[in-house]
């Protein structure tokens, strides 16, 4: 499964950093971790998960069962990308209702028609 | 946030796992984040000014020597702490007052074997393997009775937790809310060690991470697992560095500031590896290049066997290189693990040796430094390109899923050598493969502490403002399930501890409530196999169950082996049954004193036999000690390796009222001989009547002293006043009316 077998060819690898001081190196360092991470963090700001988004509801109020309940259902009908607090506040805004009352109002199977708003 | 129904202990009793339970469903926890130790400089406490302590504790359990130095507890400057994972949380709490009793403030809550692979949280109170399903009442429950530790030791305890596999983002939502103090988190730990799929974990990571960070909860990383799975430990090192630095970084740019990020380092080896010869440049490289962030020192699991005396001089050695180098928080390992799941009174001693360990070594730094010319410069540098050098490869290769995928990670060669047996996981596979949703362009969490694009992003305000507020800003939104399962419970569990406790009955136990695991230390004078088939059969007919050995030591191929062994002791004991020994009555000194003084009373005293020991009676007599001259004896002490028959013509010369013999050397039972000695010749010259005979020593008991002609008997622990109480009472029945 691991990659290929290769000796330990340190002494002529390092020879281009032989030169460096020893703050440069670390500067060196720390700039290559700069560039592994930025591709790494750039989908997080970009994609959400299921459980992101039932950790959305639970922050709105929801219990843990109540969010399951409500990510899976999204999830089927394609709506997690719009954010499932998104769905349940704009709905809540849209029908005069709470946002408790609005994720209640989904989990008994109402509205799914409404969203997204 | 106001603390409703908290618990009161007292030091004298149980914790009382009912009160606890009680009104959890309105429990709020008094605080949120990290809280480290409070320093004193120069801190003078018995006899010593120490330079490396922090605040003392109200209650505590000392080392054991500190009965020579006046029962003082310094605490080290280290957080410290104990890991701890029984499968029930209602026992583990017990094992928590325990630690903090002697030193732990960080308590590490392992969590249940597959716990990772549930998509979401799960509730109630059911029973873990290995460690506990985190749910949010056995949280809850927990720091409600952390809360109550914390009180009763006088310092506050971090407790801590893990948020890491498919549902990271709930459980970091849910240790914000209740209070958690520190947490695990790293995406690579799931990638490689829990085949989760590598993009969720990160995009979960970022998510998580946000949440701790605005909680204030201290961050730890997973790096420290590669030692504990490569074969060569030492060798994964360049690699660490890199582990440390991706997750770092991300941490990061997911918002977390650099005091909230520590890192999780091992010392890689163990003797009879040159452990630091090894290991400290290691750390020193490490400190380096991260000087931004906090250190958590774990001590070496990778080479563990099942003797726990090894274990420990190994946690020594380790804990020696946090001092000579760095740590905010030093991580204990209980002895034991190599062999079971951590017994109670293991994650005592793992915390000890760590205790002991830092006391010993105060103000090293003052006395000692790490040479900077001779090797290690050449080492620390040495590794620090090997990392480099990897990095590089990581990039030129497409980044890091195309590094794990090929490989990269966990192979046993030291970097850029490669042997070809790392961990490869497949970017588009593993659990949760597929579920990573590109967000919208009008995607939103109308919620704090979240993490990337975000259509309810107000300048001003709060991101809940449009519905009063996300259960971070107003707890009383949190929804509390109690128990879906009537059957997998706490309640059920604890129908047997608590039946037994009301009805007075003790059972022997190492992990769960009167689970009656005892250990016996058993040397067999044999040949290897024959001595241990022999071992097993001896625990049999001391009538434990399952008896099973534990920890095997060779002595000798022929001349026999050490064993230890575990069984079930099924015996309750009924406490109101027991005859406890009567404890002799101790006068208060000023009651003493005033007897004492105006009577001119004699003593003789001396160590008999051919026994050069003066310690022991030296501190029952010397006044700079706090022995009894203080209370106007007069003392005669005539040294060590003194005859019976001297000691005695003293005594008649000085009209003594008593004569006190010291005994500690014990083989052939000579301190029984010396008491019988001294007895049948007191006898013989007619003293008895008016001379009490009275002995001491480390293997002396009271009724041993008694059967062997003394009027009294002195042991371990004993102090001046206990032996000046007795003279006292004893004299003044004896004065006439």
């Known amino acids: 499964m691991g990659c290929k077998e290769r000796p330990d060819n340190f002494e002529q690898s390092r020879v281009r950093l032989r030169e460096l001081s020893d703050e440069e190196l670390h500067a060196r360092f720390r700039e290559l971790v700069d560039r592994i991470v930025e591709p790494l963090i750039e989908e997080a700001r970009t994609h959400t998960t299921p459980s992101i988004e039932r950790s959305v509801l639970l922050r709105m109020g929801f219990s843990s069962v109540e969010c399951r309940n409500l990510v899976t259902q999204m999830q089927a009908r394609g709506l997690l990308g719009h954010g499932a607090g998104r769905l349940v506040l704009e709905l809540a805004r849209a029908r005069g209702l709470s946002v408790r009352e609005a994720g209640m109002a989904l989990l008994e199977g109402q509205h799914w028609e409404l969203l997204p708003l | 946030?106001?603390?409703?129904?908290?618990?009161?202990?007292?030091?004298?009793?149980?914790?009382?796992?009912?009160?606890?339970?009680?009104?959890?469903?309105?429990?709020?926890?008094?605080?949120?984040?990290?809280?480290?130790?409070?320093?004193?400089?120069?801190?003078?406490?018995?006899?010593?000014?120490?330079?490396?302590?922090?605040?003392?504790?109200?209650?505590?359990?000392?080392?054991?020597?500190?009965?020579?130095?006046?029962?003082?507890?310094?605490?080290?400057?280290?957080?410290?702490?104990?890991?701890?994972?029984?499968?029930?949380?209602?026992?583990?709490?017990?094992?928590?007052?325990?630690?903090?009793?002697?030193?732990?403030?960080?308590?590490?809550?392992?969590?249940?074997?597959?716990?990772?692979?549930?998509?979401?949280?799960?509730?109630?109170?059911?029973?873990?393997?290995?460690?506990?399903?985190?749910?949010?009442?056995?949280?809850?429950?927990?720091?409600?009775?952390?809360?109550?530790?914390?009180?009763e030791v006088g310092r506050p305890i971090n407790f801590h937790s893990y948020v890491s596999g498919v549902a990271g983002p709930e459980?970091?939502?849910?240790?914000?809310?209740?209070?958690?103090?520190?947490?695990?988190?790293?995406?690579?730990?799931?990638?490689?060690?829990?085949?989760?799929?590598?993009?969720?974990?990160?995009?979960?990571?970022?998510?998580?991470?946000?949440?701790?960070?605005?909680?204030?909860?201290?961050?730890?990383?997973?790096?420290?697992?590669?030692?504990?799975?490569?074969?060569?430990?030492?060798?994964?090192?360049?690699?660490?560095?890199?582990?440390?630095?991706?997750?770092?970084?991300?941490?990061?740019?997911?918002?977390?500031?650099?005091?909230?990020?520590?890192?999780?380092?091992?010392?890689?080896?163990?003797?009879?590896?040159?452990?630091?010869?090894?290991?400290?440049?290691?750390?020193?490289?490490?400190?380096?290049?991260?000087?931004?962030?906090?250190?958590?020192?774990?001590?070496?699991?990778?080479?563990?066997?099942?003797?726990?005396?090894?274990?420990?001089?190994?946690?020594v050695l380790d804990t020696l290189i946090s001092r000579l180098t760095s740590a905010d928080i030093q991580s204990t390992i209980t002895p034991d693990e190599g062999r079971n799941i951590p017994w109670h009174y293991n994650n005592i001693a793992g915390i000890n040796t760590a205790r002991q360990t830092l006391m010993g070594l105060d103000g090293l730094g003052d006395l000692v430094t790490v040479r900077e010319e001779g090797p290690l410069r050449k080492q620390v540098r040495e590794l620090k390109e090997r990392a480099v050098l990897f990095l590089e490869e990581i990039l030129a290769d497409g980044g890091y899923y195309a590094a794990v995928e090929a490989g990269q990670f966990?192979?046993?060669?030291?970097?850029?050598?490669?042997?070809?047996?790392?961990?490869?996981?497949?970017?588009?596979?593993?659990?949760?493969?597929?579920?990573?949703?590109?967000?919208?362009?009008?995607?939103?969490?109308?919620?704090?502490?979240?993490?990337?694009?975000?259509?309810?992003?107000?300048?001003?305000?709060?991101?809940?403002?449009?519905?009063?507020?996300?259960?971070?800003?107003?707890?009383?939104?949190?929804?509390?399930?109690?128990?879906?399962?009537?059957?997998?419970?706490?309640?059920?569990?604890?129908?047997?501890?608590?039946?037994?406790?009301?009805?007075?009955?003790?059972?022997?136990?190492?992990?769960k409530h009167g689970d009656g695991i005892v250990c016996v230390t058993l040397f067999v004078p044999g040949e290897t196999a024959t001595a241990e088939a022999a071992a097993l059969e001896m625990a049999r007919r001391m009538g434990l169950g399952n008896p099973e050995v534990i920890s095997r030591r060779v002595m000798h191929p022929a001349e026999g082996s050490l064993f230890e062994l575990k069984g079930v002791l099924d015996v309750a004991i009924a406490v109101d049954e027991?005859?406890?020994?009567?404890?002799?009555?101790?006068?208060?000194?000023?009651?003493?004193?005033?007897?004492?003084?105006?009577?001119?009373?004699?003593?003789?005293?001396?160590?008999?036999?051919?026994?050069?020991?003066?310690?022991?009676?030296?501190?029952?007599?010397?006044?700079?000690?706090?022995?009894?001259?203080?209370?106007?004896?007069?003392?005669?002490?005539?040294?060590?390796?003194?005859?019976?028959?001297?000691?005695?013509?003293?005594?008649?010369?000085?009209?003594?009222?008593?004569?006190?013999?010291?005994?500690?050397?014990?083989?052939?039972?000579?301190?029984?001989?010396?008491?019988?000695?001294?007895?049948?010749?007191?006898?013989?010259?007619?003293?008895?009547p008016r001379l009490l005979l009275v002995a001491g020593g480390s293997q002396v008991t009271d009724a041993l002293a008694r059967a062997h002609g003394m009027d009294a008997g002195f042991g371990r622990g004993t102090t001046g006043r206990d032996v000046a109480s007795f003279l006292v009472q004893t004299l003044r029945d004896r004065e006439p009316a």
């Open chain 2, 578 to 688: 027991l005859q406890l020994p009567g404890q002799a009555d101790v006068l208060p000194e000023a009651d003493i004193e005033a007897w004492v003084r105006p009577r001119d009373i004699h003593i003789v005293a001396a160590t008999v036999g051919e026994d050069e020991h003066s310690v022991g009676l030296h501190e029952i007599l010397d006044i700079k000690h706090g022995g009894i001259e203080k209370y106007g004896f007069h003392c005669h002490v005539l040294g060590t390796s003194v005859s019976i028959e001297a000691l005695l013509d003293m005594a008649e010369q000085t009209a003594a009222s008593a004569v006190l013999i010291s005994t500690i050397v014990t083989h052939a039972d000579m301190h029984c001989r010396h008491m019988q000695h001294l007895h049948d010749a007191a006898e013989q010259r007619g003293l008895l």
């Open chain 2, 1 to 151: 946030m106001g603390v409703i129904a908290a618990v009161k202990l007292s030091p004298d009793r149980p914790l009382d796992i009912g009160e606890v339970l009680r009104g959890l469903e309105h429990y709020r926890p008094r605080r949120k984040g990290w809280t480290w130790r409070r320093p004193v400089a120069e801190q003078g406490i018995g006899p010593f000014v120490y330079r490396e302590t922090s605040e003392s504790l109200a209650h505590s359990v000392p080392l054991p020597a500190a009965r020579d130095f006046g029962g003082i507890d310094p605490q080290c400057d280290m957080v410290i702490t104990t890991e701890i994972a029984s499968g029930r949380f209602e026992d583990d709490l017990r094992r928590m007052r325990m630690a903090a009793w002697h030193g732990a403030d960080h308590i590490m809550v392992i969590r249940t074997t597959g716990q990772s692979h549930i998509d979401g949280l799960i509730e109630g109170t059911p029973e873990g393997v290995g460690g506990i399903p985190v749910t949010r009442k056995q949280i809850r429950a927990t720091r409600k009775a952390l809360d109550a530790i914390e009180d």
């Open chain 2, 171 to 315: 459980i970091a939502v849910l240790f914000a809310e209740e209070g958690v103090n520190g947490a695990h988190q790293d995406p690579q730990y799931n990638v490689l060690y829990r085949d989760i799929n590598m993009h969720r974990s990160f995009v979960d990571a970022a998510e998580s991470k946000r949440i701790l960070a605005d909680s204030g909860i201290l961050q730890l990383d997973g790096a420290h697992n590669a030692n504990a799975t490569a074969r060569e430990a030492w060798k994964v090192t360049p690699e660490l560095f890199v582990q440390h630095a991706i997750n770092t970084g991300y941490s990061r740019a997911a918002g977390m500031p650099a005091d909230l990020i520590a890192l999780s380092t091992v010392p890689p080896t163990a003797p009879p590896a040159p452990k630091l010869r090894l290991d400290l440049p290691y750390a020193v490289a490490l400190r380096e290049l991260f000087s931004d962030y906090r250190f958590r020192a774990q001590q070496n699991t990778r080479y563990m066997q099942t003797d726990t005396l090894e274990t420990s001089v190994t946690h």
């Open chain 2, 410 to 511: 966990v192979d046993s060669g030291f970097y850029p050598e490669r042997n070809g047996d790392g961990i490869a996981r497949d970017p588009q596979g593993g659990d949760g493969a597929g579920t990573v949703i590109p967000r919208e362009p009008g995607y939103g969490a109308p919620v704090c502490s979240h993490f990337g694009h975000n259509y309810y992003d107000p300048a001003n305000g709060r991101a809940c403002d449009a519905y009063g507020g996300c259960t971070l800003c107003d707890p009383s939104k949190i929804r509390y399930i109690d128990e879906p399962d009537p059957e997998d419970c706490v309640a059920q569990r604890l129908q047997r501890p608590l039946a037994e406790r009301a009805a007075g009955l003790l059972r022997p136990e190492v992990e």
